[in-house]
């Protein structure tokens, strides 16, 4: 059974930053989803393992940087310049037989961690 351990979440004020790991089990498409309370699940970012093309949510771009490491199978999130909007659960999300087309649509992932708590306060 595939199984995705998120780390890193935590509590930073605003400004600050955090960076958030995702140990998957080699799968071809990776995404970072958030949900805050009273809110639906949304994507933030995702990345294509195979080529390595990245895709961001508007509400990111240009703060959140999504990369990975091969070797260690593990997908980073490195969240900057961090508001109190991006206070939500943090889930990471896999696919493993398919690319990222539709990299948002959470029902087309197969795979979920249990999710990591950020918190960023004003």
């Known amino acids: 059974q595939v199984q995705l351990a998120e780390s890193g979440g935590g509590s930073v004020q605003a400004g600050g930053s955090l960076r958030l790991s995702c140990a998957t089990s080699?799968?071809?498409?990776v995404g970072w989803f958030r949900q805050a309370p009273g809110k639906e699940r949304e994507g933030v970012a995702a990345?294509?393992?195979?080529?390595?093309?990245?895709y961001y949510a508007d509400s990111v771009k240009g703060r959140f940087t999504i990369s990975q490491d091969n070797a260690k199978n593990t997908v980073y999130l490195q969240m900057n310049s961090l508001k109190p909007e991006d206070t939500a659960m943090y889930y990471c999300?896999?696919?493993?037989?398919?690319?990222?087309?539709?990299?948002?649509?959470?029902?087309?992932?197969?795979?979920w961690g249990q999710g990591t708590q950020v918190t960023v306060s004003s």
């Open positions: 080699g799968d071809n498409c």
């Open positions: 999300a896999a696919r493993r037989f398919t690319n990222c087309w539709v990299w948002s649509a959470a029902q087309r992932y197969n795979y």
């Open positions: 990345i294509y393992t195979a080529g390595g093309s990245t």
